[in-house]
């Protein structure tokens, strides 16, 4: 009997990823009760309303779950049609913030838009990984001797340099480390020389060590980095988030002081903690095993993306789950690691926990998109005819 391709199986079918899913869905489940015990006794910012925050956040998982079936529903043609679109939006919105946005702790990063405040810099991430995407299967789908070398990368650079150099101008030194962790993963997963993943490497501590010794940092910013080499120097100025941060994790021990029950977190001790510091929120209400939890629900989402990404022939729908992993891992392990001391501060989400609108939709659509791939490979479907075996690291 010929063999049949299986036809596409649908969102009950075994093509629908079920694994990313849970794990997306525990963390806005942790995420959604951490903010709402975070804010409720806040009423500078909730104006007396204890549930202002979870009312709000909880429209953003609303908005966040719609967008996300959008992009899982849309034919795959379609999402490679509206790529660029999508890149040039991002573009527009970054432009855009620096003309009318507004600042808030030293970045101008927001634009009001129907009453809600969006970050374009968050829908960069995105547009910048499945830019570079389109881009290498433009150039190498259906040539199998056509492989990733110097124009590709120079072509990939300068999609992921267009938003960089517009987030610094904010500056948003947060999301360009985020962004440049996520380019240069793209970039090794793609099948770039390793001549030039080397390079980079050199060329962004070069980087670094001249923005500092030139004073192209802001004040703040290195004093930021100076509280995280040693948060002693300064205990009530700069070092500040980082020893409340510390403290507050450390008070949770094993099982936690339970939700609305945290003593820094109630006390409001550490600044913007159900945004940028909400780990630390879980660390004391929920305990050890809460940390833990959100730590292991943010690996299988990682994992469930790359193995996505090793699972499709199509070159496109290989380098965007890939780079949507970067993305996600670098950030989340960027956010926790400067609640725990380890990295510097600086301002990036934990992605499906901290509260935020743009980060939500933005995180949202690209669990879309890794659904979308995964049921066009599990269907069946045909992508490239280029296997993706053959781009392996030179």
């Known amino acids: 009997m ?6 596409r199986t649908g969102l009950r079918g075994p093509g629908f990823d079920w694994l990313l899913m849970a794990a997306v869905l525990g963390l806005l489940v942790i995420g959604t009760l951490v903010i709402w015990s975070t804010t409720s006794s806040r009423e500078a910012l909730t104006g007396g309303d204890s549930t202002a925050y979870l009312r709000k956040q909880l429209v953003n998982l609303a908005i966040g779950g719609v967008l996300m079936v959008l992009v899982m529903a849309t034919d795959h043609r379609w999402v490679r049609i509206l790529a660029p679109v999508v890149y040039l939006g991002a573009i527009v919105g970054l432009v855009l913030v620096l003309l009318i946005g507004s600042e808030a702790n030293g970045s101008q990063s927001w634009l009001r838009v129907a009453g809600m405040s969006i970050q374009p810099s968050e829908f960069a991430k995105l547009a910048v ?3 570079m995407a389109l881009l290498v299967a433009e150039r190498t789908e259906g040539n199998w001797r056509r492989q990733v070398g110097t124009p590709e990368v120079f072509g990939m650079l300068l999609i992921a340099g267009i938003p960089a150099a517009l987030i610094l101008l904010q500056p948003d030194l947060g999301t360009m480390l985020v962004l440049s962790a996520t380019v240069f993963g793209v970039l090794a997963v793609s099948g770039a020389p390793r001549r030039w993943l080397g390079g980079l490497v050199l060329g962004g501590v070069a980087a670094a060590t001249a923005a500092v010794t030139l004073g192209v940092l802001k004040p703040y910013q290195v004093d930021r980095f100076m509280a995280f080499t040693d948060p002693g120097l300064d205990p009530l100025g700069a070092g500040y988030n980082t020893e409340q941060a510390r403290i507050a994790v450390g008070n949770g021990g094993l099982w936690g002081q339970g939700l609305f029950e945290g003593s820094q977190t109630q006390a409001g001790f550490v600044p913007e903690q159900h945004t940028d510091f909400i780990f630390t929120a879980v660390g004391e209400e929920l305990g050890l095993l809460g940390a833990g939890a959100v730590i292991a629900l943010t690996c ?3 994992w469930r ?4 990404s090793f699972a499709t022939d199509d070159m496109f729908g290989r380098v965007a789950a890939a780079g949507i992993a970067c ?3 670098f950030q989340a392990f960027q956010n926790i690691g400067m609640c725990l001391g380890i990295m510097p501060v600086t301002g990036v989400p934990l992605p499906f926990v901290s509260y935020g609108g743009s980060s939500i939709f933005a995180g949202m659509l690209a669990v879309g998109l890794l659904q979308n791939i995964h049921l066009r490979s599990s269907a069946g479907m045909p992508g490239a005819t280029l296997s993706t075996r053959s781009y392996a690291l030179r």
């Open 300 to 302: 299988l989402v990682i």
């Open 129 to 131: 990984v499945i830019g």
């Open 305 to 308: 993306a790359l193995s996505i």
């Open 2 to 7: 010929m063999n049949q391709v299986p036809r």
């Open 327 to 329: 993305w996600f891992g």
